[in-house]
């Protein structure tokens, strides 16, 4: 497993993202911790990942809440010996499908308040027990390389995630922490044709548990040396 005897942080585990990471956590081993503003939707992702031989535990969180969060990593820390992997999965409450010509600027910034507030406030809240114990993982989802219309703040957003990252990585990684992003096209949902927008090399876009593998990937020993940089699962939509 490569996640074996890991505790893990999956902050917005309930979402469609979350829950596909957390899981794949969970399968490679580590032990994860779930968190949302709702209740309810977590349970159900813990007992699937319980009913799979998993180990996992929910609390309700509101992530741009920084005591609350700061309290749930000391909590997390306290009972797993430290925290080794955290991921940030958390909606940014964007609006899209109107020009920005139309938008309202605060309709525009609020995802990218959003983003940047929850990544700040989980990631630090992690990476000072990641920095104690000289090791960790730190993953949000980003990018923002793509140029696609009409998506208001999203891109921006995403965008603004991966300097976050870079900033965070250049400070923790001489102390033990790697940060890193993904970059997803977005995923089919059930049922839903996976073929991939115009423009990609691939046919297919990623499924959920692609971007779950992607993610233990970068969080296990095997990308030990890298940090500070972007999983591109767009299928060639956007070309590195």
């Not at 585990?13 to 939707?41: D, K, M, Q, Y």
């Not at 969060?69 to 000391?74: K, L, P, S, Y």
């Not at 990641?130 to 999203?154: F, K, P």
Request: charged share 20%; proline share 4%.
């Amino acid at each position: 497993m490569l996640l074996a005897d890991r505790t893990a942080i999956v902050h917005g585990g309930s979402g469609a993202v979350g829950a596909a990471i957390a899981r794949g956590f969970a399968r490679e081993g580590a032990v994860v911790h779930l968190t949302g503003r709702t209740v309810p939707p977590l349970e159900d992702v813990a007992r699937r990942i319980r009913d799979d031989g998993g180990a996992a535990h929910v609390a309700g969180l509101d992530a741009t809440d920084r005591d609350a969060v700061d309290r749930h990593a000391d909590m997390v820390a306290a009972q797993g010996g430290g925290i080794d992997i955290c991921f940030n999965a958390t909606s940014n409450d964007d609006l899209q499908g109107i020009p920005l010509l139309d938008m309202a600027v605060a309709d525009v910034l609020r995802p990218v308040t959003k983003a940047v507030t929850t990544t700040l406030t989980t990631a630090t809240a992690a990476a000072r027990h990641m920095v104690r114990g000289g090791s960790g993982v730190i993953l949000v989802m980003g990018g923002g390389r793509e140029a696609i219309s009409n998506l208001g703040g999203s891109h921006i957003a995403w965008s603004a995630l991966a300097g976050v990252c870079r900033q965070l990585a250049s400070e923790l990684g001489p102390q033990g922490v790697r940060v890193a992003w993904l970059l997803s096209p977005g995923s089919p949902a059930p049922g839903e044709e996976d073929r991939a927008a115009e423009g990609a090399l691939l046919t297919k876009r990623p499924r959920y548990d692609d971007v779950a593998n992607a993610a233990v990937f970068a969080a296990s020993d095997w990308a030990r040396t890298m940090t500070a940089f972007e999983l591109n699962l767009t299928g060639g939509l956007v070309v590195d």
